[in-house]
């Protein structure tokens, strides 16, 4: 509600408690209804910059929960980020000790390999020596002179 109603023949002004001023010029005079309208509007105008003044209200309340927001995202976001390089590591460590064991298991195989191939090769060597030394010590052939 207005604080001061002034109406001459002229004009009507509304004067509210923190100093607002809604005035009206009347060519032929104020009354009653023009007094009543202005204040219509006035309290239109009243409602609208309540409706604007909570609506930036509820911006700036948004805009600092987005802040926050965005702080705790970045903050989880990081820690995310390095847990992940963790894991890495570990996964690099656990892949580089499963390859090493793996090289290992195959040299330890290879190495398996390699002996029986030498140990028959020596075999086969061992045989056709032993028999080259028995058919030249007994001739099947022998000598006329």
């Given amino acids: 509600e207005p604080a001061i109603w002034d109406a001459s023949r002229t004009k009507t002004r509304i004067v509210t408690r923190d100093g607002t001023i809604a005035q009206a ?3 032929r005079g104020c009354n009653n209804n ?3 309208l ?3 509007t ?3 105008r009243g409602r609208w910059a309540r409706v604007e003044l909570e609506q930036e209200k509820e911006v700036e309340e948004a805009e600092n929960y987005m802040k926050k927001t965005e702080v705790y995202l970045d903050s989880v976001m990081e ?3 390095e847990e992940y390089r963790l894991f890495e590591v570990e996964m690099n460590r656990m892949a580089m000790a499963e390859h090493d064991s793996l090289v290992k298991v195959a040299s330890r195989k290879m190495g398996k390999s390699m002996k029986k191939a030498a140990t028959f090769a020596s075999n086969e060597y061992i045989e056709a020596a032993a028999k080259s030394t028995s058919s030249s010590s007994n001739p099947k052939k022998v000598n006329p002179s």
Wanted: glycine share 14%; aromatic share 14%; net charge positive.
């Fill in 34 to 36: 023009t007094y009543r």
């Fill in 79 to 81: 820690s995310a980020m």
């Fill in 42 to 44: 006035f309290t239109r």
């Fill in 38 to 40: 202005l204040q219509g």
């Fill in 25 to 27: 010029d009347c060519g």
